[in-house]
């Protein structure tokens, strides 16, 4: 052979061997990108008892509020929920229903969403009348609307049927409502009963599945509460909170199902320690209360749950909503790791794509133009209007939680806020910008109405932002009037960049 025919021979089979290389290449599996960079808390505001789901492109979290409230934020991405507005998905003034919302969970059961939470009677003292209610979704929007379904809860429940912390346990094709109580004397205890359908059980009778006896779990005051299933692997685990919320050693324990019958205590079976607590290098102390969610590539499991930053911070709004991915054992068992500290940049669930939304612009559902600024003007009492969305940043805002359920409306391109004039109460009374006074007549509640569109309704004379006599043009007036139920009183949220 050759000098010439052995240097293309050997050319040649360095190009197989490459082509061969690339070919491997292409068909190994891709891994999805992380997602967008984020900081805990993802809530700082009424961070308690979070639920979070991730569907259809958008994560929806909800939590506790204390009141007679629920608000849910909605962001495409984990770190958009941090700045994302607080929107009303319920409120309910019922007597014996109308205070101390807790721990509200969702769940999509049968094409539609449930909205499972705890409330009590507002002027009783806290906390005798906790009871469990379930809402019902109009359709398979996680925000509602919502109507309400029924009271759950049990005949030998005390003190008189007494139930927190509810949500859904699926078993074998059935439903069970898993929650927290006393039953004849007991600590308090998870508790659990067969249901017939979301909002309906099979029976009145709760049967205790854990009780606190182990020493981890008596902190403070004996507790179990907090049930939240996990399924992997055709396993299913229960985690629960355990100890007083009052203590910096409130923490997460651990069951398993490991015989055939949810509702036969002897089929659950307890981890002897406990599997997340706090981390006091971290300033982390408290951590509980927690859910699970998915990334939205399918790849990843998350929890979420809330903690506290001092030793002290108690059962209050001082709690903040974190979240972080968590891994599994070589047993098939879950490892969460350790609570991560405040401020630390973690890369989000995988398969996120959009943009982190920082500013909103509102358009009316009747004109399809937007909440402008007249010219930009940083003038106070420059007037509010609506005008052709052009992505100026005097159609941009900032809608910033101010932890009392309301939220004031921050104009990017001026710094100043949604104010009513004067803090008139009359229909008609002008919407205009004004620097922060910290009044009532600058804060608002978003109220949702369905397909992403709410009203606006201010928090001192209870009337919405309007836009006058249903005008379609540009430059006609925002102001605000008694509810009429219309669409130039309904105002779209849309995620923007500032």
């Known amino acids: 052979m050759s000098a010439r025919t052995r240097h293309w021979s050997i050319l040649g089979a360095v190009l197989l061997s490459l082509l061969a290389s690339l070919s491997l290449v292409v068909t190994q599996p891709t891994v999805a990108a992380d997602g967008k960079p984020y900081t805990n808390p993802v809530k700082a505001q009424k961070g308690a008892d979070p639920w979070l789901e991730y569907y259809n492109g ?13 608000t849910m934020r909605k962001s495409p991405t984990l770190a958009g929920l941090s700045t994302a507005p607080s929107v009303q998905v319920w409120s309910d003034s019922t007597t014996g229903r109308n205070s101390n919302f807790w721990a509200p969970e969702i769940h999509f059961l049968d094409g539609k969403w449930y909205l499972y939470y705890s409330a009590g009677n507002r002027g009783t ?66 508790v659990i009963a067969p249901m017939s359908n979301p909002y309906t059980l099979a029976s009145s009778t709760f049967t205790i599945i854990s009780s606190p006896t182990l020493s981890w779990e ?51 079976t307890k981890k002897q320690t406990p599997v997340f607590q706090r981390n006091d290098a971290a300033g982390v102390y408290g951590p509980g209360h927690n859910g699970f969610f998915t990334s939205p590539d399918g790849t990843e499991n998350w929890i979420v749950y809330h903690g506290n930053s001092t030793s002290n911070g108690g059962c209050g709004n001082a709690r903040t909503t ?40 509102l358009v009316n559902r009747n ?116 509810w009429l139920n219309n669409n130039c009183q309904q105002w779209r949220i849309v995620p923007t960049t500032a």
């Open 367 to 482: 004109s399809g133009k937007c909440l402008d600024v007249n010219g930009g003007g940083t003038a106070d009492g420059a007037n509010i209007l609506q005008w052709t969305c052009n992505g100026g940043a005097n159609q941009k805002w900032r809608i910033e939680d101010m932890a009392d359920d309301t939220s004031r409306l921050v104009n990017v391109a001026t710094g100043k806020v949604m104010d009513v004039a004067d803090c008139s109460s009359a229909d008609g009374a002008d919407i205009r910008q004004w620097s922060w006074l910290n009044n009532d007549c600058q804060r608002y509640r978003l109220a949702y109405t369905g397909g992403d569109h709410v009203r606006i309704v201010n928090a001192a004379t209870g009337k919405v932002a309007d836009v006058a006599d249903c005008g379609t043009g540009d430059g006609v007036d925002v102001r605000q009037w008694s």
């Open 322 to 361: 974190r979240a972080q991915k968590f891994t599994w054992n070589a047993d098939g068992t879950p490892d969460f790791g350790t609570p991560v500290a405040l401020a630390t940049t973690l890369a989000g669930p995988s398969g996120e794509t959009a943009t982190t939304p920082t500013a909103y612009t």
């Open 125 to 190: 003292a806290c906390c005798d009348s906790q009871r469990t209610h379930v809402l019902e979704s109009a359709g398979s929007d996680p925000m509602g609307p919502y109507s309400y379904k029924n009271s759950l809860t049990g005949s030998n429940l005390a003190p008189g049927g007494w139930l927190i912390d509810a949500g859904v346990l699926r078993h074998g094709g059935k439903l069970y409502l898993v929650g927290s109580g006393f039953i004849g004397g007991s600590a308090q205890s998870l």
């Open 218 to 268: 008596t902190s403070g005051a004996p507790v179990n509460e907090g049930p939240e299933p996990l399924y992997h692997d055709g396993r299913t685990f229960l985690t629960f909170s355990a100890s007083s919320c009052q203590t910096p050693d409130y923490k997460l324990g651990r069951l398993e199902l490991t015989g055939s019958d949810p509702l036969n205590p002897a089929s659950w």
């Open 58 to 70: 958008s994560y929806y979290l909800v939590t506790t509020s204390f009141t007679g409230e629920l």
